[in-house]
């Protein structure tokens, strides 16, 4: 069992920057493939990026790519979605997951409750 709670989200200007947290728990983090989603009010959720246990392998969506980062640290199983150059269409709620590989929502077990991030001037 892992439990997931995000944090980090708020609102700012275009062209502004938000680091997305999530906090694990349990002692089986790094076993676990972390992912962070996003949903826009009236949208599907949408995968966003994925890091592996180990954090050698990572991938991102290309509509925030060269601006969203993803990383974890699994000394303190925690995973962070550094965000650039926001954008509003970056606004949505946004969740962190833990599971398996994939892009898919099907291949996470685990959720957060979500962070909301707003980019408005």
């Known amino acids: 069992q892992v439990q997931l709670v995000e944090s980090g989200g708020g609102l700012v200007q275009p062209g502004g920057s938000l680091r997305l947290f999530c906090a694990a728990s349990?002692?089986?983090?790094?076993?676990?493939?972390m992912g962070w989603f996003r949903q826009a009010p009236g949208k599907e959720r949408e995968f966003v990026a994925a890091?592996?246990?180990?954090?050698?392998?990572?991938t991102i969506t290309d509509s925030v790519k060269g601006r969203f980062t993803i990383s974890r640290d699994n000394a303190v199983n925690t995973v962070s979605l550094q965000m650039n150059s926001l954008k509003p269409e970056d606004t949505a709620i946004y969740y962190c997951?833990?599971?398996?590989?994939?892009?898919?929502?099907?291949?996470?077990?685990?959720w957060g409750q979500g962070t909301q991030v707003t980019v408005s001037s």
């Open positions: 997951a833990a599971g398996k590989w994939g892009v898919s929502s099907r291949d996470y077990d685990y």
């Open positions: 349990g002692r089986t983090f790094s076993s676990y493939v």
């Open positions: 890091i592996s246990g180990s954090g050698s392998v990572r």
